[in-house]
């Protein structure tokens, strides 16, 4: 199975499961999938309170730059 579709995964590196499961992720969404790794151990909405770069990298994943 691979992901026909562009996908955006963003996560903190030191965050458990993003960081074993990720890597099959990117097995299997192949060159449609793009990753965001960021510091710390942060999980969901709290990545925005952390990275104030977070919600404009969204963005731009979403506007094709």
């Known amino acids: ?3 026909c579709f562009p996908s955006l ?3 903190a590196y030191r965050d ?3 960081k074993t ?3 099959k992720m990117q097995e299997l ?3 449609h999938l793009e990753i965001l790794l960021y510091s ?3 999980h969901g909405m709290g990545l925005f309170k952390e990275h104030d770069d977070l919600a404009g990298a ?3 994943w ?3 730059k």
Do not use: K, W
């Open 1 to 3: 199975v691979t992901a």
């Open 16 to 18: 458990t499961y993003p």
């Open 62 to 64: 979403l506007a094709g």
């Open 9 to 11: 995964i963003l996560y």
């Open 21 to 23: 499961d990720v890597p």
């Open 40 to 42: 710390g151990r942060t």
């Open 29 to 31: 969404g192949g060159d």
């Open 58 to 60: 969204i963005v731009n």
